[in-house]
């Protein structure tokens, strides 16, 4: 028997819409003259989810993937009610339990027990079941010492393992997941899987977001891909990773321009391909953090002179991360004509998580009035740095961590012995 | 092990038509949620602050002693009604201070309360029926000064205090439904917390609040009732005081006007919540 059963979902945005849209009456005055001048009125919309239909059974545990934008989140709004579609239709059958943020609707100022029935009741558990499951929440948790204290005392760490520990204990008929995983240290991470799986297990339903594809191969039998709206692919999870991963479609880390007078240069150099390689040279668009991560270069070099690759690197937010030339001295010569094939190597721990798009460039130096651009292909390449487990500059901290990168520093700390009026600066060593 | 037994219930979600529904069994079934959320407002309203609920008793009180020493000079604005002005004025305070601190809190609770209109699902209507219903406890911790007062004068309340809670009621009732307006207009046009301070400032004026609805001839009477807080706050001061007469035809208009306010603010909030999520 099915559990959900979709049917040409889709929903359409304004484009704005999706993210701020604080637009005041005076703006809607002047749109409304604008449109009695010109005559029509101009609204640009973008699909988010586009004719997907699929039917999840009952028990089943089935995962999402896609890039970002591919509208996995839209989908979960959608069966979880909290927007409409704008057309076609789901049937669900039973209670829909919905975990798009972990710790939704915690309030600062109240204590931890307090925060467990305000998030309990906002989940949709009764005031009766709260009780029920009370100490199995705290104890899952870890926060028996600190019930009575205002979440603001918390440490991140152990707000966000109260708030998952709440949502772990929410009993629906199907649950709806979007990337909770992403929080916590790494020995509360395997405590949420060993959770997940356990949901599973228990013959609920479970669909389930997420960027860490280990994970979700090892909860989901079945996976959904989505791209730009629609639903691609809907198989087992080996196929549809491999597919996402390394296929033509559902990865933008590849490009390969296969003919030669199309390619993009000019008559000194012309681009022949480019991807995102992971530490083990396999074309990858999702990469860890804590793992270093290849941007390869092959290009033709048709006369003989000085060029060097260069790629840049821009966020989401289409901030330029970083700028970088290929060093290596042999590119300070002239170099024969042919193939060159170059992979310029970024660190682990210095991106932060998120979408990074890559230009690549073949390029010489400014001499003269000679070309120093050749060939160049904005956005040629887009991956994703996502962080699974281990050690990484997150720390204990569970929230969202600004700018474009996150170096895992070398920290030095000592404690100072602190007399009345002694400056609060490192006191010089005497030695 | 199947988590169910009894045959589960089918939804269908898509694209809600254009009827408007209530849908009021499902606003039962979130009826802890709307007391948790209630019970969150109150419990944190006051935490950090130096004076705590004190808040509640001092607004109102100070604002009556201002009043008072500017407008008790000789104006008879009250003088139907044979008690001390602050009494009089305070009667009015206690239900004006309620309808607006229900307005600027459901006038920001959809979008105050963002984080959960995109996160979770439960009936959008709980949001602002729990902002008129939490200033409640303020209206209550207020009243205690009313008491006090009619200790100071040495008067004993009159009978008719018996239908103060309908008079509350109906303040509630259009608070609700001005609330309903002001907190789903604001989800789209932010310009509804610039407008609030001048709306509740014209109709602290155009109330009977430092006056006595008597003041005025009836006909013009039935005029000012079209407020619907003008039959509150007379009401109010009628089912205290114990003076003067009460004026049915004034409450019964006022009732009309704060219904057909409260369902016209039903149907718009119902029509437009479905873009909460996608337009906050």
Not at chain 1, 334 to 349: F, K, L
Request: hydrophobic content about 45%.
């Amino acid at each position: 028997m099915f559990s959900i059963s979709a049917h040409g979902l889709a929903k359409q945005y304004r484009i704005g819409q999706m993210h701020s849209s604080i637009d005041t009456l005076r703006d809607h005055l002047v749109h409304g003259l604008r449109t009695l001048r010109t005559g029509r009125t101009k609204r640009e919309t973008i699909w988010a989810l586009r004719d997907v239909s699929f039917e999840v059974a009952e028990g089943e545990v089935l995962g999402i993937i896609g890039r970002n934008g591919a509208g996995k989140t839209t989908l979960l709004r959608l069966l979880s009610r909290i927007t409409e579609p704008t057309a076609g239709y789901a049937d669900i059958r039973g209670r829909v339990g919905s975990l798009l943020e972990v710790g939704t609707g915690f309030h600062q100022e109240l204590t931890g027990r307090e925060n467990i029935f305000l998030n309990g009741a906002i989940l949709g558990m009764g005031h009766s079941e709260i009780q029920r499951k009370f100490d199995e929440i705290v104890e899952f948790a870890g926060v028996e010492k600190f019930l009575d204290t205002p979440v603001k005392r918390y440490s991140s760490g152990m707000t966000v393992r109260l708030a998952f520990s709440v949502a772990a204990h929410l009993e629906p008929e199907i649950l709806l997941v979007d990337e909770v995983l992403a929080v916590g240290d790494a020995e509360f991470q395997k405590r949420c899987l060993g959770k997940m799986e356990s949901f599973g297990q228990s013959g609920r339903t479970v669909l389930f977001v997420s960027h860490s594809m280990p994970t979700i191969a090892r909860l989901c039998p079945r996976l959904l891909l989505l791209d730009r709206g629609r639903l691609v692919e809907d198989g087992p999870a080996e196929h549809v990773i491999g597919r996402y991963l390394h296929g033509d479609l559902g990865t933008s880390a590849r490009r390969v321009w296969r003919d030669h007078d199309s390619a993009p240069g000019d008559d000194w150099a012309r681009l022949r391909s480019a991807r995102i390689v992971d530490a083990s040279g396999d074309t990858s668009d999702v990469v860890d953090v804590s793992e270093p991560v290849g941007v390869e270069i092959a290009f033709d070099l048709l006369r003989r002179e000085v060029v060097f690759p260069w790629i840049d690197l821009v966020d989401e937010r289409g901030t330029l991360v970083f700028s970088a030339m290929d060093t290596n001295p042999v590119w300070t010569e002239a170099r024969d004509p042919g193939r060159y094939v170059t992979t310029a190597w970024i660190p682990e721990h210095l991106l932060n998580e998120g979408t990074l798009h890559v230009s690549v460039s073949v390029k010489s130096p400014l001499l003269g009035r000679k070309p120093w651009r050749h060939a160049e292909v904005e956005s040629a390449l887009t991956f994703h740095v996502v962080e699974r487990e281990g050690p990484t500059a997150r720390g204990a901290f569970a929230g969202r961590i600004g700018g474009p990168v996150r170096p895992l520093l070398r920290w030095t700390s000592e404690a100072l012995d602190v007399e009345d009026d002694t400056p609060l600066v490192a006191r010089p060593r005497s030695d | 092990m199947s988590a169910v037994s009894a045959p589960l219930r089918v939804r269908r979600i898509q694209r809600s038509r254009r009827r408007v529904q209530l849908n009021l069994r499902e606003l039962w079934a979130y009826r802890e949620l709307l007391f948790f959320l209630i019970w969150r407002d109150v419990k944190v309203k006051y935490k950090q602050t130096a004076l705590g609920a004190a808040w509640a008793i001092i607004v109102p009180f100070l604002t009556t002693i201002v009043l008072t020493l500017v407008f008790n000079r000789g104006l008879h604005l009250h003088s139907e009604y044979h008690v001390p002005y602050p009494l009089f004025l305070f009667t009015a305070m206690l239900p004006w201070t309620y309808f607006t601190a229900c307005l600027s809190a459901s006038s920001m609770s959809i979008v105050g309360n963002q984080n959960l209109i995109t996160k979770v699902f439960f009936p959008r209507l709980i949001i602002p029926l729990g902002s008129v219903v939490a200033p409640v406890i303020d209206f209550l911790c207020a009243f205690t000064v009313l008491v006090g007062m009619f200790l100071w004068y040495g008067r004993a309340p009159h009978w008719h205090a018996v239908v103060i809670p309908a008079f509350l009621g109906m303040a509630l009732l259009t608070a609700f439904g001005v609330g309903l307006w002001l907190s789903a207009l604001n989800v789209r046009y932010r310009d509804v917390p610039y407008l609030l301070p001048f709306l509740t400032q014209i109709w602290f004026f155009v109330t009977p609040i430092l006056w006595g609805i008597t003041a005025v001839k009836p006909h013009t009477q039935s005029l000012l009732a079209l407020n619907p807080m003008t039959g509150v706050i007379d009401g109010f001061r009628w089912a205290v005081l114990g003076r003067g007469l009460p004026h049915y035809h004034v409450y019964l208009e006022s009732l009309g006007i704060g219904l057909a306010i409260t369902l016209s603010g039903l149907w718009y909030f119902k029509r437009v919540e479905r873009y909460f999520a996608d337009l906050i």
